[in-house]
C-alpha cells in the first residue's frame, strides 16, 4: 500500500485527489508516505500550503518504480489469464488481402479449441499496422517479416519475389531478371512509417553487388504504390501473390529469379504475450502445418 500511495501522490501531486484515487483519508495517505520516507531515509515530497513538489530523491524513486511496478502488474495479468483459461476477446488484423485465407483457418482452429475466446479480425494498413499494435487495438496481427521491435512467430507463409514494372517498361517483356537491376531504375518507396528493418529487405539502399539503388517517390499505400509504378515513376519488387490478388492491365510482374522469398507470420508486443496470444500462435503454426513456438 506504501509504494502505491507514494506512486499515486507523485502523479497526481496532490494530498486529497491521492486519496480519492485509493479510497482512504489525507491523513492516511500521509501516514504511508512518511512511512516510505523513513524506509528511505531522505523526504520525497516538498509539501507547501500551495503546492506538492518531488524532491530529487522522489523523483529517482518514482522513475525507477513505474517499470517494476509495471512489470509486476503484467506477470499477475499473465497468471490470470492462465489460471482462467483461454477467454476474453483476442483481436487479430491481417496486413494485405492475400494473408487473410491462412488467417481465417487460425481463427478456425483457435474457435474450435476455445469456444469461450471470441476472435474479432479486421484488416490494417501500411500506414497503421504498427500504430494499431502499439495503441492496443490489435492483439496479433499477421504481417511481412521482418517486423523490428515485435515478438514473431513462425513463417506461416512463403512467397517468391517478384519486380512490379508499368505494362510498357522494358523489363516487361523479360521471363525473370536479378537483383541487380534494381541499381538501373528508381525504386518505389514505402511509406514513412514503415518499419527500417523492412524497407531494407523490400526496398534496399544496395544490390547485393554493393551498386546504389536511386530511390524512387514514397508511395501512401500498396495500391499507390502501384499507381506510381503503372505511372513509369518507378520499379517496386513484390510478392508473387500481387500476381492475383493485384491484378492490372498497367502492370507487370517479372519473376526476380535470385531474390530470397518473402516471408509472413504473425506479431505482436513482447510485452503483451498473453496466454489467449500464445494459443492463437498455436493454431495458426498447425493450421498451417508449421512448427509452433514453446
Not at 507523485?10 to 500521509?30: D, K, M, P, Q, Y
Not at 509504378?229 to 491484378?247: I, K
Request: with cysteine; aromatic share 6%; proline share 6%.
Amino acid at each position: 500500500m506504501e509504494i502505491e500511495a507514494f506512486l499515486t501522490l507523485a502523479e497526481e501531486l496532490h494530498f486529497g485527489r491521492t486519496a480519492e484515487r485509493l479510497r482512504i483519508t489525507t491523513g492516511r495517505v500521509s501516514q504511508l508516505i512518511k512511512k516510505v520516507e523513513r524506509r528511505v531515509g531522505g523526504t520525497l515530497f516538498e509539501r507547501t500550503s500551495r503546492a506538492v513538489r518531488l524532491t530529487e530523491i522522489g523523483r529517482q524513486l518514482a522513475d525507477d518504480l513505474v517499470p517494476l511496478v509495471a512489470g509486476m502488474e503484467e506477470a499477475l495479468r499473465r497468471a490470470t489469464d492462465a489460471s482462467r483459461g483461454v477467454t476474453g476477446e483476442l483481436r487479430v488484423a491481417f496486413l494485405g488481402e492475400w494473408t487473410a485465407p491462412v488467417l481465417l483457418k487460425a481463427v478456425g482452429l483457435f474457435n474450435r479449441r476455445h469456444p469461450d475466446c471470441r476472435v474479432e479480425v479486421r484488416e490494417v494498413q501500411l500506414s497503421n499496422s504498427r500504430a494499431s499494435l502499439l495503441d492496443g487495438v490489435v492483439d496479433v496481427l499477421i504481417a511481412s517479416y521482418p517486423f523490428d521491435g515485435m515478438a514473431c512467430g513462425p513463417v506461416l507463409l512463403t512467397e517468391k519475389r517478384v519486380l512490379a514494372v508499368a505494362a510498357g517498361h522494358p523489363l516487361a517483356g523479360e521471363e525473370s531478371v536479378s537483383v541487380e537491376v534494381l541499381a538501373e531504375h528508381p525504386v518505389v518507396q514505402y511509406p514513412e512509417v514503415t518499419s527500417v528493418a523492412f524497407k531494407r529487405d523490400r526496398t534496399p539502399d544496395h544490390t547485393p553487388s554493393g551498386r546504389p539503388v536511386p530511390r524512387g517517390p514514397v508511395g501512401g499505400s500498396f495500391s499507390e504504390m502501384l499507381t506510381l509504378v503503372a505511372m513509369g515513376r518507378g520499379v517496386l519488387p513484390v510478392g508473387e501473390h500481387s500476381r492475383r490478388y493485384y491484378p492490372r492491365p498497367d502492370v507487370s510482374y517479372v519473376p526476380i529469379h535470385d531474390a530470397q522469398p518473402i516471408e509472413r507470420g504473425l506479431v505482436w508486443l513482447v510485452g503483451r504475450t498473453t496466454e489467449r496470444i500464445r494459443e492463437f500462435v498455436r493454431a495458426a503454426t498447425d493450421a498451417a502445418g508449421k512448427p509452433s513456438i514453446a
